[in-house]
């Protein structure tokens, strides 16, 4: 393409009013080797837009995202957290209970040997009654 | 969708989701971490994915909304210290070298853009979308389209001219 042209176009250009087709024959005009000397300076530019296009995402499309993971690891915290904390409190209740037996029964032994020390004293008592009751009856 | 399916429509477009989200985080590792993030929620939107028009369209602004919050999050600041990963083809050594320096130069230019001249520029003269798309992509109207386009390429012009006539390459 004739210089006037391209120094045309190189005016709409900054001025925002070419076409995409005619920003094509622009950087077309400057991938070349012979580039008139005054225009020299915009080379850079016009290369640089086409090279940035061949810049590639080169990761791996993330279908299988983390997230999931995150999602079923902080599910399965939350049933192993709540399970022990049931059975935790199962066992604390179990031990508890086991406590309370062990004083009541320690309770219950106080008292019945208490009761046995009164029935010993009652059968000094009974022994009175034979005795009065002989009295009584040799009356 | 099914796998297959869902790959076959974002393959066409996934470099340039890609290519959109370094321009606007300028690191190569921040645009991939982006782009990875943009397909998750693609795929994870794929049940309705039929009722979009364009997809494409669609999944651009995604990026470009996605990559312009995490600039507003990260202060900018930070992101911009890592960005040492041009990309260089094998050419002799001497054309390499001046091919490269130029490139180099070009992207510091387009670093110092400000973010919607940036876009406009990356969508335009990189990708080639047409004005109507630019507008859908970006909520804009064709005006302030070709008011920014003109400004972003004037100011690369700029930047270019000033080089030139230094000498440096």
Redesign the interface.
């Given at each position: 393409m004739e210089l006037g042209n391209i120094e045309k176009l190189l005016e709409k250009y900054f001025e925002a009013t070419t076409t995409v087709e005619e920003e094509k024959m622009l950087r077309e005009y400057f991938s070349q080797e012979d580039v008139a000397t005054h225009l020299e300076q915009y080379r850079p530019m016009f290369n640089y837009f086409s090279m940035a296009k061949e810049e590639r995402y080169t990761k791996q499309v993330p279908l299988k995202p983390r997230k999931d993971f995150y999602k079923w690891v902080s599910i399965a915290a939350v049933a192993v957290l709540s399970f022990g904390i049931y059975f935790g409190n199962e066992y604390r209740e179990r031990k508890q209970a086991e406590y309370a037996y062990n004083e009541t029964k320690k309770a219950f032994e106080l008292l019945a040997e208490n009761f046995g020390k009164g029935t010993e004293k009652v059968a000094y008592l009974q022994e009175f009654e034979a005795a009065k009751q002989k009295i009584y009856n040799n009356n | 969708m099914k796998?297959a399916e869902?790959?076959n429509v974002?393959?066409p477009f996934?470099?340039k989701?890609?290519?959109l989200a370094?321009r606007l985080l300028v690191s190569k590792e921040e645009a991939?971490d982006a782009?990875?993030e943009i397909?998750?929620k693609l795929?994870?939107k794929n049940e309705t994915m039929g009722e979009y028009k364009n997809v494409e369209a669609f999944a651009m602004t995604m990026t470009k909304n996605f990559c312009l919050d995490r600039l507003k999050s990260k202060q900018a600041g930070n992101l911009k210290l890592v960005h040492s990963n041009y990309?260089d083809?094998n050419t002799s050594l001497q054309k390499q070298l001046e091919?490269e320096d130029?490139?180099n130069?070009?992207?510091k230019i387009?670093e110092e853009l400000p973010e919607q001249q940036k876009m406009v520029l990356?969508l335009?003269?990189?990708?080639?979308y047409?004005f109507e798309e630019i507008c859908e992509l970006l909520d804009m109207k064709p005006t302030a389209v070709?008011?920014t386009?003109?400004r972003a390429?004037?100011a690369?012009?700029q930047e270019?001219?000033k080089k030139?006539n230094y000498g440096i390459?």
């Open positions: - | 796998q869902f790959l974002v393959m996934k470099d989701l890609y290519r370094k991939e782009t990875q397909l998750l795929w994870s990309t083809e091919v130029s490139i130069w070009m992207e387009m990356q335009r003269d990189v990708e080639q047409d070709r008011v386009l003109s390429r004037k690369v012009r270019l001219i030139h390459g």
